[in-house]
């Protein structure tokens, strides 16, 4: 059953001459990559392309993050599994909405480039932005041949780090030429290094937040609390922190905003170290940017990622970033510049990091700075939106002023 949220702005999608990009993905909630589909959907000129989003489960609260009210949304609430028999549904739902270009993302929503193909949408791509926890090195052989089965069906690749797009052109087999690099951006405006007119970084309270970070050292993550984000090295970390350095107990705190089955894991694992007081594990949080101005130092302990969208607001909010160093996280952190990269999975090295950094604050805020600048000149909003309309008009076989 196919559950769809209308157009809020109450007109007739056949009556709307501009091209339509359905973009598909698995879920539509809090995360990075529907962060990024919110944002090109957000700063696309509103002239030139229009909007659906499709959700192969469901579509949550989120979706009131889209600011355009011309955008229709889909859920078609599968369960577990592969998804053969939602062909027809997707074959109907593609021969009605008549989209220009089918955009999925991750091996999850994956299947729906062979409906797609079957419905003759003239542009089918499909994005690969991180690896799943099942995955980490991207030697699983069962999802190689899946991704190498819809190969023939899939227009264009996009890929969100090197690591992707070296893993789609080798094992994957697909042409070079049919895979784009692109890298996410980040709305600066939005995520500032400054507030209230400063004129350097002075970290403000967060709403609701037990911690000043006028006195005390604020460590922070934020995402979505599952295995493969790895909250719980980072809680490792913080554990081990404190113990090596005793003295920072008075002033060192740990901040995790998100929501998952690693939460209450993290909460144990903090109470059981005497170190409840410590930390603030408030759930998944709307108003990010304002927590990104309430930290110290950013730390992003993930098992794999594609490029994080979180490392690029930390690095807007002007914050150094110690990260593991998987996937893009090396595309983004450049190593005693702009932050830290440790291996992943271990803990010492992450609290070796922390603790370099809240020993040397001068350093610290020379790092956020410099992150600061490097967003502002290589992963602007303008930019990523500029290369997703690129691609959809060349692939489309118009150049962007042919008109529609």
């Not at 939602?86 to 299947?111: D, G, I, W």
């Not at 719980?232 to 404190?242: H, P, S």
């Not at 700075?369 to 990523?384: H, K």
């Amino acid at each position: 059953m196919t559950v769809s949220l209308p157009r809020a702005d109450g007109t007739d999608r056949r009556s709307d001459p501009r091209p339509l990009v359905l973009h598909v993905m698995y879920r539509f909630d809090t995360g990075g990559l529907e962060n990024g589909v919110v944002n090109l959907i957000n700063h696309m000129p509103a002239d030139r392309y229009r909007h659906a989003i499709l959700a192969l489960t469901e579509v949550t609260d989120f979706r009131h993050r889209i600011q355009r009210d011309d955008v229709e949304c889909f859920a078609l609430n599968k369960p577990p599994g592969q998804g053969f028999w939602l062909y027809p549904q997707l074959y109907r739902l593609f021969r009605e909405l008549r989209p220009a270009v089918v955009h999925s993302r991750n091996l999850a929503a994956l299947e729906v480039q062979l409906p797609a193909w079957l419905a003759r949408v003239p542009v089918r791509i499909h994005g690969e932005h991180g690896r799943d926890v099942g995955d980490l090195d991207g030697r699983n052989r069962t999802y190689q041949r899946v991704r190498r089965f819809y190969r023939p069906f899939v227009s264009h690749y996009i890929a969100l780090s090197r690591d992707l797009g070296d893993y789609l052109t080798g094992p994957i087999g697909v042409p070079a030429d049919r895979v784009s690099q692109f890298v996410n951006g980040v709305d600066t405006e939005r995520f500032s290094t400054y507030a209230g007119g400063a004129t350097e970084r002075l970290p403000q309270p967060i709403a609701g937040c037990p911690f000043d970070p006028r006195c005390h050292w604020i460590v922070g993550t934020v995402g979505r609390m599952q295995a493969v984000k790895d909250q719980l090295m980072l809680t490792r970390a913080f554990i081990l922190t404190v113990h090596a350095a005793p003295e920072l107990r008075e002033r060192l705190r740990l901040v995790m905003v998100g929501d998952g089955p690693l939460r209450a894991q993290c909460q144990a694992l903090l109470d059981e170290a005497g170190m409840t007081d410590l930390a603030w594990l408030p759930g998944e949080r709307s108003d990010v940017p304002a927590v990104m101005r309430g930290l110290h130092v950013f730390a992003l302990p993930s098992l794999a990622e594609g490029i994080s969208n979180t490392i690029l607001e930390a690095m807007a909010s002007g914050l150094p970033v110690a990260a593991t160093e998987v996937g893009g996280n090396a595309d983004l952190v450049t190593p005693q510049i702009t932050g830290l990269l440790v291996a992943a999975g271990d803990p010492q090295p992450m609290a070796g990091a922390l603790l370099r950094l809240v020993r040397n604050p001068a350093q610290a805020a020379a790092m956020g700075e410099a992150g600061r600048q490097r967003v502002e000149r290589d992963f602007s909003m303008r930019a990523m939106v500029a290369r997703y309309q690129g691609l959809y008009d060349r692939l489309r076989g118009q150049s962007p002023a042919s008109g529609h």
